[in-house]
């Protein structure tokens, strides 16, 4: 029913900048909370921010609170991730999804996920 197409991954040196784009087709774009999520291999899936349904709101995880913005376009139907000062940390797959938006911050209110795309933060 949802499309996610994430893009804008790469490798970029510590303390730069990388900003990730997820373009959602299908469904109606305004009655989902968006969110990001990231796995690192080996490692589990963990909530990155989310921006909600209908408050508008964002909420993010403390590791990147302050560094990261979660954004929509209406009009292009997309989701954006800017992230600065980046770490080595942050190196990881890059989801977009999307979700019910009664508990953003966690795996199970997401119902449609993008393929991911690859950040590399090097030292």
């Known amino acids: 029913q949802v499309q996610l197409v994430e893009s804008g991954g790469g490798s970029v040196q510590a303390g730069g900048s990388l900003s990730l784009s997820c373009a959602a087709s299908?469904?109606?774009?305004?009655?989902?909370?968006m969110g990001w999520f990231r796995q690192a291999p080996g490692k589990e899936r963990e909530f990155v921010c989310a921006?909600?349904?209908?408050?508008?709101?964002?909420i993010y995880a403390d590791a990147v609170k302050g560094r990261f913005t979660i954004s929509r376009d209406k009009a292009k139907n997309t989701v954006f991730l800017q992230m600065n000062s980046l770490k080595p940390e942050d190196t990881a797959v890059y989801y977009c999804?999307?979700?019910?938006?009664?508990?953003?911050?966690?795996?199970?209110?997401?119902?449609?996920w993008g393929q991911g795309t690859q950040v590399t933060v090097s030292s």
């Open positions: 999804a999307a979700g019910r938006g009664w508990n953003p911050g966690f795996l199970t209110d997401y119902l449609y």
């Open positions: 299908g469904g109606t774009f305004s009655n989902y909370a």
């Open positions: 921006n909600m349904r209908s408050a508008g709101g964002t």
